[in-house]
């Protein structure tokens, strides 16, 4: 089992910025892609930012420019810094990792961290 901490979500005025961060843990094998998704209030749960293991990014439209993903294989965490941000980025972003052995890959899903960006 694999376990992701989330942290840094906070309440912020729109142009502000934030970092968040997820740290992995647990039984891990070697974790290929990590995921950040948010889920806004009555809106479906979308794929933010992903980065793999050789560092391949790759963003949703809507935060290209504004947000960057990275990570650090040593400590198994992934971060995403969002600049600029606007009341749209409102929603509870969810660190997702899929952590891969021989015998296939499974995903794991953090708890989630709250990010409210005023207008």
């Known amino acids: 089992q694999v376990q992701l901490v989330e942290s840094g979500g906070d309440l912020v005025q729109a142009g502000g910025s934030l970092r968040l961060s997820c740290a992995a843990s647990g039984s891990i094998f070697s974790i290929n892609v990590m995921n950040w998704y948010r889920q806004a209030t009555g809106k479906q749960r979308e794929l933010v930012a992903f980065?793999?293991?050789?560092?391949?990014?790759n963003y949703a439209d809507s935060v290209k420019g504004r947000f960057t993903i990275s990570r650090d294989n040593a400590k198994n965490t992934v971060y995403l810094q969002m600049n600029t941000l606007k009341p749209e980025d409102t929603a509870v972003y969810y660190c997702?990792?899929?952590?891969?052995?021989?015998?296939?890959?499974?995903?794991?899903w953090g708890q989630g961290t709250q990010v409210l960006v005023s207008s």
């Open positions: 997702n990792v899929k952590d891969c052995s021989l015998n296939g890959c499974s995903d794991y």
């Open positions: 980065i793999t293991s050789s560092g391949r990014t």
